[in-house]
């Protein structure tokens, strides 16, 4: 790849995000055109009242929707490259220590018990953490065995136990209210997504960023393994707790609005590697941004296609199986 | 800068490799490791880059306790060249290179213009310089072990741990690498490497420590140490050592017609 090629990828993913994001404010169930949104957001800025219908569309429900919809593709993108980097592997998701799982069932509780919307969040965003957390205490009472490999496996069993939970809950939920939420909460929606939401997320998400991006080369001399990366100076085992406590804590945030949206986090990084190289200092803006577009195309999607909307993780299932496969079968390059 | 082992017993908690070990390596000199599949020569090596806790003894490092030492600290006086790599991730050569400069930065830090100038001058040393923005999983085994060479050298520490670096090399790469570690030595480098080649121990090392069941049974000049019968001893074969008229020694093992 040419240098003046690769100059030009992140700039070039940088408006496609914003092309993306544009086409997911105007279309819809009540299409705006875009001067009538660049009207809007004038009259907006400038605070006059009173509120057309169209304002009232973009800044009330679509804007915080297509908002949520770049933050939460943008961190589960960001979260599978600094999961597939960490662990060595390229089929490794951000749930693989369990977080959707501990989310999920902290989601669960939450609706189970009838509880408001944001204790709902709260205890998703709690669960997710508090899953990895357990995983990871699990990891460290295992002493003697390549630490990542532990932490894989505790992932798996922890998750297991967290989706036996989910089902017992399902089946003791009140069938008509509680199960319907619960199923839809599972498969991920932006569709409830409010401005006040983002607010409550945005300051996690930037934090969990914060040490990423400052450790991205130890990131990825940790990318070798944890032997080569402590010979060259990385004290790994100190830089895997922080890169996972900063990768956990991007995909609880997003999780408890967004509920469990599958894929993004495989597929996307995938394709980010193929475009701009392993190097993570690139992967992970070019991943952010990318998944930042998918998401709201998806999003955008699944509100248009037809009367009903589509559960998010039904069309990032429906969309990324088929590409992964066609991975797959074109060839190893971009991860081995 | 010398590394010194003292009373070393060494291995895995549920699994002891190695015992009663002294070794002592200084910069400019050569010290090579011989000694049968499965002796213990990788774990002793993981032992002195401070991977693995020594079960008893003492290494020093310069004048601390290896123990005592922070990560950063023991890569900037030892490098490590590691035995048959596999690559998850199709990092370029360059970047691979890079690698071997972050113990040199701080940790929030990106490679700087110099470490760059350093990584490219690397590879150029070892005649790769046209691998630089190669992918490392593009290349062959060979190329590969050259690239983690030049990394090493990036590193710019003072010793450097070789775990069996012309393994997967092809005969006249195995020469570059050979002359590579001795002009390294003769700019004051201290070198450690493992081999399973008596030959090359008497090309290019001051000292030989000849390894059997995690004890080394012999150390010093290579004449002194790698002699018929201790070679049988330790391998099991017979073997004639012989001096060639250039000066240079080679040992050839006599094979049996039985």
Request: proline share 5%; glycine share 10%; charged share 15%.
């Amino acid at each position: 790849m040419t240098a003046l090629r690769a100059s030009w990828i992140l700039p070039g993913l940088a408006v496609l995000a914003i092309a993306v994001a544009l086409t997911g404010l105007t279309v819809g169930a009540f299409p705006v055109t875009l001067d009538g949104f660049f009207r809007a957001a004038l009259n907006f800025w400038s605070g006059d009242l009173p509120q057309t219908a169209e304002q009232r569309v973009l800044f009330g429900i679509r804007g915080p929707r297509v908002l949520a919809g770049l933050i939460v593709g943008a961190s589960l993108a960001g979260a599978g490259v600094v999961y597939q980097g960490l662990f060595r592997n390229p089929l490794v998701s951000p749930d693989v220590l369990g977080v959707s799982a501990g989310a999920g069932l902290g989601a669960v509780i939450g609706i189970f018990l009838s509880l408001p919307v944001f204790a709902i969040q709260a205890l998703a965003f709690g669960g997710g953490l508090a899953t990895v957390g357990l995983v990871y205490l699990v990891a460290v009472a295992v002493r003697g065995r390549d630490p990542t490999l532990v932490l894989v496996l505790g992932g798996v069993v922890v998750g297991a136990l967290a989706g036996a939970a989910i089902s017992l809950l399902k089946i003791l939920a009140d069938p008509y209210d509680q199960l319907p939420a619960i199923t839809f909460w599972l498969l991920g929606s932006l569709a409830s997504v409010r401005g006040g939401d983002l607010w409550n997320v945005l300051p996690a998400v930037l934090v969990g960023l914060v040490p990423l991006v400052l450790l991205r080369w130890q990131i990825n001399v940790l990318s070798l393994g944890d032997e080569e990366a402590k010979s060259l100076g990385v004290e790994s085992g100190r830089l895997r707790v922080i890169v996972i406590a900063a990768a956990t804590l991007i995909t609880a945030s997003v999780v408890a609005i967004s509920g469990v949206i599958g894929w993004v986090g495989l597929v996307i990084p995938h394709i980010a590697r193929m475009l701009v190289g392993p190097n993570f200092e690139r992967l992970l803006p070019a991943a952010m941004l990318m998944g930042a577009s998918y998401l709201v195309l998806v999003d955008t999607l699944a509100r248009s296609l037809g009367r009903i909307e589509v559960p998010l993780g039904i069309l990032t299932a429906v969309v990324g199986a088929p590409f992964f496969l066609w991975l797959l079968w074109r060839g190893r390059h971009g991860w081995s | 800068m010398r590394i010194e082992a003292h009373d070393l017993a060494f291995g895995y908690p549920e699994r002891p490799v190695g015992r009663n070990l002294n070794l002592t390596v200084e910069t400019s000199e050569i010290l090579c490791l011989l000694g049968p599949n499965g002796c213990g020569k990788t774990t002793l090596f993981k032992t002195l880059l401070g991977l693995l806790r020594p079960q008893s003894g003492r290494i020093t490092l310069g004048s601390d306790a290896l123990t005592d030492l922070p990560r950063a600290k023991i890569a900037r006086r030892i490098a490590y060249v590691p035995q048959a790599q596999d690559t998850a991730f199709p990092y370029t050569s360059l970047d691979r290179v890079l690698m071997g400069r972050v113990a040199h930065r701080g940790v929030f830090a990106a490679p700087t213009r110099d470490d760059r100038r350093i990584a490219q001058a690397s590879l150029a040393e070892l005649g790769i310089a046209e691998l630089a923005t190669r992918e490392v999983t593009t290349l062959s085994g060979g190329q590969r072990q050259l690239v983690i060479v030049a990394r090493a050298m990036a590193q710019a520490a003072p010793l450097i741990v070789m775990d069996e670096p012309t393994a997967s090399l092809d005969f006249g790469n195995q020469v570059a690498v050979l002359a590579e570690i001795r002009k390294l030595a003769a700019r004051g480098t201290g070198v450690i490497l493992s081999t399973h080649d008596p030959d090359q121990a008497f090309a290019v090392a001051n000292r030989v420590a000849l390894m059997q069941d995690g004890v080394i049974v012999a150390q010093g000049t290579p004449s002194e140490v790698l002699t018929p019968m201790r070679l049988k001893a330790v391998y099991g074969v017979d073997v004639t050592v012989e001096r060639l008229s250039g000066g240079q020694t080679v040992c050839a093992p006599v094979i049996s017609q039985s």
